[in-house]
């Protein structure tokens, strides 16, 4: 396996670096560190020669900077972030990325934001999104879920962290409709329709995964899935087929990437 690590001399990327490093430890990965430089005007007009020099100099920095192992390979390419972690990415059989998501302002997670979602949303590879100071391994794992197939391809993907000593949570977060007052009665009515279907759909999900904990609560769902990570280590989403053009998240998912202080691990 090979873990691919978005780094961008930051301090919070040394936080990133270190992530990876351990998850490599344990997962007995091989470490890529790649760094974008993204000035196409400049970079066109360049001579081979000074690229070279430019590419030697920062792979230099990194080594320094982030406390690599000789054997880990640096990579320096000119063109976007995302391009470049995802393009790396697809070069290895089984790998996964690795990168920051920072939010402690609103230009900030703006930018940062932007780089990180792309990067989610084009890799065919699971990506690790972390977020907060720590850079601890993960051994406690809450898996939003719809009742749909993709918690089964998350189950899937959580299985490269050893769930066997893990705590793992399949969760299932369901909206109440929307009510107006002219429309009270009607919406009652449908409330108790979805509540009697959710069950029927909530029973059959649980009885399917058998061997991990289900539960469910009712409201907001970003609100609820972000309250119940505070006692997990790790969010795990497996969105709907997003790798298509000009696609997005759906707003559940957008809202906790951007938001929160839990990682993510996108399972594609």
């Given at each position: 396996m090979t873990l691919v690590v978005g780094v961008d001399f930051s301090e919070y990327s040394k936080v990133v670096a270190k992530v990876a490093q351990r998850l490599s430890r344990q997962l007995g990965a091989d470490l890529v560190y790649i760094y974008a430089f993204f000035e196409p005007n400049l970079f066109q007009r360049m001579p081979t020669t000074v690229k070279k020099d430019l590419r030697d100099f920062y792979a230099e920095q990194i080594r320094k900077i982030y406390k690599t192992k000789p054997d880990n390979r640096i990579l320096i390419k000119f063109t976007s972030a995302d391009e470049a972690v995802v393009q790396t990415a697809r070069e290895y059989k089984n790998s996964m990325i690795v990168i920051g998501h920072r939010g402690d302002s609103d230009l900030r997670q703006s930018f940062i934001g932007n780089t990180t979602e792309k990067v989610a949303l084009k890799s065919p590879v699971p990506v690790w999104i972390h977020r907060g100071a720590n850079a601890k391994i993960p051994k406690k794992f809450l898996v939003p879920c719809d009742l749909s197939s993709r918690a089964r391809r998350a189950m899937k993907q959580i299985k490269i962290f050893s769930p066997k000593k893990s705590e793992v949570e399949l969760y299932h977060a369901v909206p109440r409709p929307l009510s107006?007052?002219?429309?009270?009665?009607?919406?009652?009515?449908?409330?108790?329709?979805?509540?009697?279907?959710?069950?029927?759909?909530?029973?059959?999900?649980?009885?399917?995964?058998?061997?991990?904990?289900?539960?469910?609560?009712?409201?907001?769902?970003?609100?609820?899935?972000?309250?119940?990570?505070?006692?997990?280590?790790?969010?795990?989403?497996?969105?709907?087929?997003?790798?298509?053009?000009?696609?997005?998240?759906?707003?559940?998912?957008?809202?906790?990437?951007?938001?929160?202080?839990?990682?993510?691990?996108?399972?594609?």
């Open positions: 107006l007052p002219e429309f009270q009665r009607r919406a009652e009515k449908l409330d108790k329709s979805e509540e009697k279907k959710n069950n029927w759909q909530f029973k059959k999900f649980k009885g399917s995964h058998g061997n991990y904990k289900v539960t469910r609560e009712w409201g907001d769902p970003v609100e609820k899935i972000q309250n119940r990570a505070k006692k997990f280590d790790v969010i795990v989403i497996s969105p709907r087929n997003h790798r298509k053009p000009y696609s997005t998240f759906g707003s559940v998912t957008t809202k906790i990437i951007r938001n929160g202080d839990r990682p993510i691990f996108i399972t594609p």
